[in-house]
């Protein structure tokens, strides 16, 4: 089992930044794959970033490439999305989702343990 504990979320200006957390408890962290979804009012789920279980390999959807970075720190059990030049179309609840294995999916059916969101708002 995999406990995770979103935050960081908030309100911020287009152009401002944000960093968010996931705090993850249970087994061991290291041999988890992380993984950032994001779901607006009226829409489903949709992914945004991943990182393998070293942190050697991440994954981006196109809309967030060169503006949103995760990173995960083994020894906090701890992984991190920093998101920098946000924009109002990036307003969503986010959530970190976890899975047993070395590799990132893109899939949310493919992540057994969620975090419970944590709002972003960008306003214009």
């Known amino acids: 089992q995999v406990q995770l504990v979103d935050s960081g979320g908030g309100l911020v200006q287009a152009g401002g930044s944000l960093r968010l957390s996931c705090a993850a408890s249970g087994r061991t962290f290291g041999n988890v794959a992380m993984g950032w979804f994001r779901q607006a009012p009226g829409k489903e789920r949709e992914f945004v970033a991943a990182i393998n279980y070293s942190g050697a390999s991440t994954l981006y959807t196109d809309s967030v490439k060169g503006r949103f970075t995760i990173s995960r720190d083994n020894a906090k059990n701890t992984v991190y999305l920093q998101m920098n030049s946000l924009k109002p179309e990036d307003t969503a609840v986010y959530y970190c989702?976890?899975?047993?294995?070395?590799?990132?999916?893109?899939?949310?059916?493919?992540?057994?343990?969620w975090g419970q969101g944590t709002q972003v708002t960008v306003s214009s």
């Open positions: 989702a976890a899975r047993y294995g070395t590799r990132w999916y893109r899939g949310a059916g493919d992540y057994a343990y």
